[in-house]
Structures are given as C-alpha cells and as structure tokens.
C-alpha cells in the first residue's frame, strides 16, 4: 500500500518530491453513505459520533443519519426552500437556511413541526450558511447574492442584518473563532471580513491579491484558514499582525478547493477540481501539505465540512449523493 502512495506521489508531485512522498501522501480513512434520496446531499452536521443531520438542496428536505446502523430518516419542506445549510443545537432543534424562499427554518424532531423565521424588510433573499456562536444564543449566517451577512436570537427570533461594504461581495462561508469573532469569506472579492458581535461593525480585511475565498476556518492563535477557490491555493490570515501567508496546492490552478476545516492539529480541505476529489491534509505545524486521499465515489464536489471533535471525524456531503466520514484524529 505504501508503495501504492509512493507512485501516486511522484506522478502527482515529480521526481523532486520522491524523497519526502511518503510523508506527504499520509492517506486517512474515508467511508461514504450512498443517500437513495438523491437531491443533492450536503452540508452535514454531526450532532452525535453517529447521528448526522443534513440537507437535500434540490430535493427539498432534511434528513438524518444513523451511521452505526446505516438507517435514514427524512422530513420533506413542503415550500421548496431548496435548504442550503443546517446546524443542530444542543437541545436537538435543527436550523435550516431556506435559500430560495427568505427564511430560516427551526425544525423539531421531537414534534416534526417547522417554524419559519423570516427575513426582516423583504429585501434579503438567500439565507446561505449558519453558524451558531458558541453559547449558542446566536446564529450567525450570509446571504450571498443580498450582499449581507446577519445574526439571528435563537431565544427572541430577532434577525440583525449588516451590509457588506463592497459592492458583489458575495458573503459565503462563515465561522466564529474562540474570540466570539465572526468571520467571512467574500467570494467576489479578495478579502475577509469580521463582526464586532457587540457592535455588529463589519470590517474587510484584504489578502492575496486575486483571491476568491470561499470556506473558511479559524486555528490555532486566532489565524484564520482560507480556501482559494481561483487560484488553487490555502491561505492563513493573522488577524493580529494583517499578515497573508498561502501555500500553493497540489492541484495548482486546477484545484478548486472548496470545503475547508479545522480538524484536529490539521487543516482539511478539498480539491473539487480533479476528478476523483481529494481530500488534503496541511500541517500548520510543518507549513506543509502532509495527507492526500482520494474521495471514493469521485465526489463531484465537497461543499462544506463539520468536525465532530468527540470522533475525531469530519463529515461532508458530495453531488454524488453520498455521505461521507474523514476519520482525521482528535
């Protein structure tokens, strides 16, 4: 198997690379759920070792996992909301972000019933990504193409809205450090940006010129990670000096990367451009890619990811309409 990586290395980096390919193709363990649901499975969120919430974009409902047993339970949304995104609370509830109807959903699997939150002013149409802070009496979440990113009380339903300064901005992936800060990817732009959550005051941060960041995730030191989905790169931001470092991917320009978590003492990200994915591991203590797997059923894209840290695993959904489990180590 060893030799199986080794070969896989040196086509993939050259013969100038050889010496360190075994180290750098580390592979991890990687087991997918076929989903007969179709729809388009993504965006999963491990609210135990083993059962896993998560959405079907085009298909129109929300569904769950039992990954010991293999067993699924799904709840249709009547409405077409085409759920983008979801999180699950301690408490069980489950949050949707109802993409193509202006709202955000709370569903209750003890009861089945479905509240809709709807977005203040008529004017923002696209809930896109949710995240809750971490006492969880806040969901914070973007509205791509509404050019806004925004907060949601979990306790009053009260949703806060706050503009994106730069025009097509395009608020994608967001996460909330350990300071309580949120951040965001702007995918139109070259820039991240943060949330004061006392003041909800927006600030853009730029970074490599050229960069389109799409997911986003905070290690350690309060340095923010960044996939380039244009130009083929990991970027780290250091919100304390305004320093940019990025380290090109193995699959250079072509690479794609898209989903992108903190996982461990790593850094996971995903190449969407090959074909099979790759599911790549960084060591931020090497500066250095150090893992390389392919993705099974070839994946077609990895949108988001969700680290469980109890397991030690990460899950992700693919457009083949699979499930998948990365066991990354805790």
């Given at each position: 198997?060893?030799?199986?990586?080794?070969?896989?290395?040196?086509?993939?980096?050259?013969?100038?690379?050889?010496?360190?390919?075994?180290?750098?193709?580390?592979?991890?363990?990687?087991?997918?759920?076929?989903?007969?649901?179709?729809?388009?499975?993504?965006?999963?969120?491990?609210?135990?070792?083993?059962?896993?919430?998560?959405?079907?974009?085009?298909?129109?409902?929300?569904?769950?996992?039992?990954?010991?047993?293999?067993k699924l339970m799904r709840?249709?949304?009547?409405?077409?909301?085409?759920?983008?995104?979801?999180?699950?609370?301690?408490?069980?509830?489950?949050?949707?972000?109802?993409?193509?109807?202006?709202?955000?959903?709370?569903?209750?699997?003890?009861?089945?019933?479905?509240?809709?939150?709807?977005?203040?002013?008529?004017?923002?149409?696209?809930?896109?990504?949710?995240?809750?802070?971490?006492?969880?009496?806040?969901?914070?979440?973007?509205?791509?193409?509404?050019?806004?990113?925004?907060?949601?009380?979990?306790?009053?339903?009260?949703?806060?809205?706050?503009?994106?300064?730069?025009?097509?901005?395009?608020?994608?992936?967001?996460?909330?450090?350990?300071n309580g800060t949120p951040?965001?990817a702007l995918l139109g732009?070259?820039?991240?940006?943060?949330?004061?959550?006392?003041?909800?005051?927006?600030?853009?941060?730029?970074?490599?010129?050229?960069?389109?960041?799409?997911?986003?995730?905070?290690?350690?030191?309060?340095?923010?990670?960044?996939?380039?989905?244009?130009?083929?790169?990991?970027?780290?931001?250091?919100?304390?000096?305004?320093?940019?470092?990025?380290?090109?991917?193995?699959?250079?320009?072509?690479?794609?990367?898209?989903?992108?978590?903190?996982?461990?003492?790593?850094?996971?990200?995903?190449?969407?451009?090959?074909?099979?994915?790759?599911?790549?591991?960084?060591?931020?203590?090497?500066?250095?890619?150090?893992?390389?797997?392919?993705?099974?059923?070839?994946?077609?894209?990895?949108?988001?990811?969700?680290?469980?840290?109890?397991?030690?695993?990460?899950?992700?959904?693919?457009?083949?309409?699979?499930?998948?489990?990365?066991?990354?180590?805790?």
């Amino acid at each position: 198997m060893k030799s199986k990586f080794l070969i896989f290395a040196i086509l993939l980096f050259g013969t100038g690379c050889a010496a360190d390919a075994a180290d750098v193709l580390r592979p991890i363990d990687i087991k997918e759920w076929p989903i007969s649901y179709g729809g388009r499975t993504r965006d999963p969120f491990a609210a135990s070792a083993s059962q896993i919430w998560f959405v079907g974009q085009s298909g129109d409902y929300l569904a769950r996992l039992d990954a010991a047993s293999g067993k699924l339970m799904r709840h249709d949304l009547p409405d077409a909301p085409g759920p983008h995104n979801l999180v699950v609370g301690a408490d069980g509830i489950v949050w949707y972000s109802g993409n193509q109807t202006g709202y955000i959903g709370r569903f209750d699997p003890k009861t089945w019933l479905t509240e809709k939150i709807p977005m203040p002013g008529g004017h923002v149409e696209d809930p896109h990504t949710l995240t809750f802070d971490r006492s969880e009496k806040h969901i914070w979440f973007t509205a791509q193409w509404s050019n806004v990113a925004g907060r949601l009380n979990v306790a009053s339903r009260k949703v806060d809205l706050i503009a994106v300064p730069s025009g097509n901005a395009r608020p994608y992936g967001i996460i909330v450090a350990a300071n309580g800060t949120p951040w965001i990817a702007l995918l139109g732009t070259d820039k991240l940006a943060s949330i004061d959550p006392r003041t909800l005051k927006l600030t853009e941060h730029a970074i490599a010129p050229g960069a389109r960041p799409r997911r986003l995730d905070a290690g350690n030191q309060g340095r923010i990670y960044y996939s380039d989905y244009r130009r083929g790169y990991l970027g780290r931001f250091d919100p304390k000096t305004g320093k940019t470092d990025e380290w090109k991917l193995p699959g250079g320009r072509g690479a794609r990367p898209y989903a992108l978590v903190v996982g461990g003492a790593m850094v996971w990200l995903v190449e969407t451009g090959p074909s099979p994915n790759r599911f790549v591991g960084f060591d931020p203590a090497k500066d250095a890619v150090t893992s390389i797997t392919p993705i099974p059923s070839g994946a077609g894209s990895v949108r988001h990811m969700h680290y469980h840290k109890g397991s030690g695993a990460i899950w992700f959904g693919t457009d083949e309409n699979t499930i998948g489990r990365a066991l990354v180590g805790k």
